[in-house]
Every structure is written in structure tokens, then in C-alpha cells.
């Protein structure tokens, strides 16, 4: 997002990195996607006819906007002018933090609000005439809405708190204050506070441990007396459907309908072979939270948080990265992945500059740049990341990266669509291993389709690439062992594929066949028997 609304603000470029492992990033990442993603899910069929269980929700657009297709709503608009802060490191309790966050309400409500709740529009236009400091002219405004209305308790600050969480990793205390002065801003209602508490939680432990419990386990934070009401909710909306709570607009009832599309939606099991995997959980879940109906974009912009949250930005079908795109504009899905991770990690890139830089540092292992014939499909194209700098841009309609490559357009001289993928050339570092691979092969598939020519590349070719052009050749009718042997061929008999058996294991898998595992000889793609005992 090239950014505005946080001009006075900017983030530390450091050679540390904040600590967390790759599972983490994963997670971070995908807050304030998987929360656009689901707000722009649901855009479509707000205050509309509530869809039926076979319905399927689509980024269609239209809306109260009305909206473009994919583009998202004033739920993650005002995520984002709290992000912007975020994303700088600064501690959102700070007075300094609190007052850009408020002109950032100010200025998104003025410029760019294509939408906004009637709780959070009041509010808005009645601190601009009041005395203090921005945040505190906000809070004023706030704690007299709710002190003459007892309708002051909206969904308006719930349904943007998720990158409070991410600010807090290691901070639940801090977490504690900055979602209770944050939500104070628009929202002073203590059951707004409350909710927020218990969501920033809920994302808090989902980034950190990868379950859902944070969401119970953040009821101690509240006060004591507040405690088993908070209980008796979470049992009624995990006993009931999503569309049991008709009046969702109210913050209560839009948790409760979150978490019963959270916990209600079953997560698939893994079984590759039929294309089942757990990280559809991520679609399904927020599939349902838009059938609850009603605030549809609320609600699925609440649940898809905590979803992207748990399951991560690797559980996000690369269709809905692709879509989702909304306000400042163009911001689409590596912006909000940005800002997500900086927030993270207290505002500092690491060593390669990601994930703020133009352009990461490519590492000397990914060799000179090369392109490659894909062996089943002329129009595919295979290579690594150098070409991206190479003089000469590949004569292709489209790049699919699997490897992590910078803010900028992939070729500077040449606009293609570009498609992101998340694999993690480490074993064991992918959340969704078998869900990654499967959605990249579909996407170059869906891509030739369409008729584009497509590069598709890793960092050095040689990992990543071969394993997901192999995995396609399987969606084209090729069996796996001919698929890697092939690819194998066409990249000169190299690669390092061979110490990655599980993403090797994996285009087997998929295709519905145990791996093939030689242990001598050069029949098929030479690997030893040392190998696989380490894997």
C-alpha cells in the first residue's frame, strides 16, 4: 500500500529479524488477508437474501458500495488505517500511535470511505468538533455515543482488530490495553471492548500455536465478573448455526456468528489422493460465516482473521489472493501481507529487505539466471528468480513465484499477471505442504487455460519449480515417476528436489501413488539410499 495515512510514521529497516519461526510468518501473514478476503467473500450479499448451504459465495462485487469484484469494504479499510501504524513498530498505547490512528479514521472517512457504520460515522463527525488531540477528541466522541444511546455496541471495532493482535505476540498485557484503547476510539462500549480482547487473543495464540483456544483461554483476561457471561456466549454459538443470530450487527451476536462458522465448520482431513487437506478449512469456514447473512462482510471479515490467523496465508486459495483488492488503491494482497508481517515483527524487514524491499537480495546459490521448456507443455516456462532481473523478460503472459520476491512488478520493463505462492523451500517449514502445491499446479493450469504463456520459478529453479511443474504434468494426464523424470531431464539432470523428499514424496501423493524411492542406479532421478534414510 503506497501509503498516506500514516506519513509521519515509518518502519525500521534492521539486520535482526523479531523472533518467530517460518509456522508464525505463515500465520502473521495472513490476518489481514484472510479478514479481506472474507470481507470482500461477503461484500456481495450484505442485507441481501441469506444464501442457502449449497449457495456458494463468490468476490462478485456489487454490494452497498457498490464494489468492484474482489474488492473489500469499510471493515478492512479501517483495519488498514490502523495497520499503517501498526506496521511501524510503534506501541499502539502510545498517545503518538493513538492520534495518527485517529487522523487516519479521519482522513479514510473523508477520502475513501465507500461505507461506514452509523456508530463509527457519528462518531467520526462529532470529534471533529471537539477540543484534545485527535485520539482523545475520538474518545470523547465515543463514550458520549455511548453514554446517550444503548445501541453503542456495533461490531465497528471488532470487525478490525485483528493486527492488534500481531503487534502483541509477545506482549498479552499490552494487547490487552492497545485493543481497549484502540477499540475506545469509535467504540467505548465494554462489550466491544470485551470482544476485541477475546479475538485479539484468539489471533494472538492462533499465530503463535497454531490452534483456536486463545479465543477461551483470552476469557481470564477480562474481568471477573464478565467471565462465565463470556462463557455462556462462546457454548451458545458453538451449539447453534451461523445464521442463528438474525441481528448480527450487534458485536456479540457477530462474534458468536464467527465462531460457530470457526468451530461448526469441520476441518477436512488429509487426503491428497480426493484433494482434501485441512487448510480448507480456511475456505469453508468463511464460506459459512457469509451464509450467517445479514452484516455478511462483517462477520466473514471477523472469522476470516482468526481463520488466516490459525491456518495461515498458505491456507488462502491463491483465486481469493489474486481477487482481493480495495482502499488506498491499488492496495491487493502483497500489501496487506506487508503490513501484516511488519507488524509482526515490530516494523523491521529482514536481512533481504522483505517484506518491504522492491526487490529481495537473491542469494549467490540461485546461480545464473536460466529458462527452460517445460517437457509436457511448450507454454510453460521454468527458471529462477535471477531471470526477473535478466534484460531479456521472457517472452510469457504470466509468472507464477514460489519463492518470495519483492513489492515491485516482477519484470520492470513488462506488466504480467503475477501470482505468489507460499512454499517454504525447507523441510518441514510448510503448514500446508501438499494444499500449497496442489493450488500452484492449478493455478499454471488455469492460467494455460487462458490461454497465457507462464514463467514459473523458485529462487533457484531447482526445488520449488520442479516440484510443482511436476505436480501440473500429473493434472495434464502424466503419471508422477514419468512427471519428475521428465522435469528432471528438461533441468539438466539437477536439481535439489533431491534433499526435499517430502515435497518429492508429495507429487506422488497428490497424483494418488506411494512415492517411488530407488535406492541405487540412475533409473528414473538418481538419489541414495542415505537420503531417504534422512528423511
Known amino acids: 500500500m503506497k501509503t498516506t495515512i500514516a506519513d509521519d510514521l515509518t518502519h525500521t ?23 479481506a478476503c472474507g470481507d470482500a467473500l461477503g461484500v456481495p450479499y450484505e442485507f441481501t437474501r441469506r444464501l442457502g448451504p449449497e449457495e456458494q459465495p463468490a468476490m462478485i462485487g456489487g454490494g452497498l458500495g457498490p464494489y468492484k469484484p474482489g474488492e473489500y469494504s469499510d471493515d478492512t479499510q479501517m483495519h488498514l488505517c490502523i495497520a499503517a501504524v501498526a506496521s511501524t513498530g510503534s506501541d499502539l498505547t502510545s498517545p503518538t500511535a493513538l492520534d495518527q490512528i485517529a487522523r487516519n479514521f479521519h482522513y479514510w472517512r473523508d477520502g475513501g470511505a465507500s461505507d461506514i457504520g452509523s456508530q463509527t460515522s457519528n462518531v467520526l463527525r462529532a470529534a471533529k468538533s471537539l477540543a484534545g488531540t485527535p485520539a482523545q477528541a475520538m474518545r470523547a466522541a465515543a463514550d458520549a455515543y455511548t453514554a446517550r444511546t444503548q445501541y453503542s455496541a456495533g461490531n465497528g471495532s471488532l470487525m478490525r482488530t485483528g493486527v492488534v493482535a500481531l503487534a502483541y505476540l509477545d506482549d498479552a498485557e499490552g494487547m490487552v490495553r492497545a485493543a481497549t484503547l484502540i477499540s475506545s ?32 483461554d483470552g476469557i481470564a483476561l477480562l474481568p471477573e465478573t464478565r467471565q462465565e457471561i463470556w462463557r455462556a456466549r462462546l457454548d451458545e454459538a458453538e451449539e447453534n448455526p451461523p445464521h442463528h443470530w438474525p441481528s448480527n450487527g450487534y458485536v456479540v451476536t457477530a462474534l458468536q456468528a464467527a465462531w460457530s462458522a470457526i468451530t461448526r465448520t469441520p476441518v477436512p482431513e488429509l487426503a ?15 464460506e459459512a460465516a457469509v451464509r450467517a ?4 462482510d462483517t462477520v466473514a471479515a471477523i472469522a476470516g482473521a482468526l481463520l488466516g490467523a490459525r491456518w495461515g496465508i498458505s491456507a488462502i486459495p491463491l483465486a481469493w489472493q489474486q481477487a482481493v483488492n480495495g482502499w488506498p488503491a491499488p492496495t491487493t494482497a502483497p500489501d496487506l501481507v506487508r503490513l501484516a508481517v511488519l507488524t509482526a515483527r515490530k516494523g523491521m524487514d ?5 517484506p518491504s524491499a522492491p526487490r529481495v537480495k537473491i542469494p549467490g546459490y540461485a546461480g545464473k539466471a536460466y529458462v527452460v521448456q ?42 504480467v499477471e ?40 523458485c529462487v533457484a529453479g531447482r526445488s520449488r519449480t520442479p516440484a510443482v511443474a511436476a505436480t501440473y504434468s500429473t493434472l495434464l494426464g502424466t503419471d508422477p515417476r514419468t512427471a519428475l523424470t521428465d522435469v528432471w531431464a528438461a533441468l539438466g539432470k539437477h536439481w535439489t528436489l533431491l534433499v526435499h523428499p517430502q515435497l518429492h514424496d508429495a507429487v506422488y501423493e497428490l ?14 532421478i538418481r538419489r541414495s539410499a542415505s537420503l531417504w534414510r534422512r528423511a
Open 13 to 35: 529497516q534492521a539486520q535482526t529479524v523479531y523472533p518467530h519461526d517460518v509456522h508464525a510468518t505463515d500465520r502473521a501473514a495472513g490476518v489481514l488477508l484472510g479478514a
Open 418 to 457: 503475477h501470482v505468489r505462492v507460499w512454499l517454504v523451500d525447507k523441510e518441514g517449514e510448510n503448514l500446508n505442504l501438499y494444499y500449497a502445491l496442489d493450488q500452484a499446479a492449478r493455478q499454471v493450469l488455469r492460467l494455460r487455460k487462458e490461454g497465457k504463456r507462464v514463467f514459473l520459478h
Open 272 to 286: 491428497p489422493e480426493r484433494g482434501s487437506f485441512p487448510a480448507q478449512h480456511f475456505r469453508l469456514a468463511t
Open 511 to 524: 497424483a494418488g501413488q506411494p512415492p517411488y524411492r530407488p535406492t541405487s542406479g540412475t533409473s528414473g
Open 374 to 415: 517445460h517437457p509436457h507443455d511448450s507454454g510453460v516456462l521454468l527458471g529462477n528468480l535471477p531471470v526477473t532481473e535478466f534484460a531479456g523478460t521472457p517472452p510469457v503472459d504470466a509468472v507464477v513465484s514460489l519463492c518470495r520476491v519483492g513489492q515491485a512488478r516482477i519484470f520492470s520493463r513488462t506488466d
Open 293 to 296: 447473512g445479514n452484516d455478511t
Open 185 to 216: 476510539l469509535t467504540h467505548s462500549d465494554p462489550e466491544c471492548i470485551e470482544a476485541c480482547i477475546l479475538w485479539c487473543a484468539g489471533i494472538r495464540t492462533a499465530v503463535l500455536e497454531g490452534t483456536f483456544n486463545g479465543v477461551r
Open 350 to 354: 529482514d536481512n533481504d529487505g522483505w
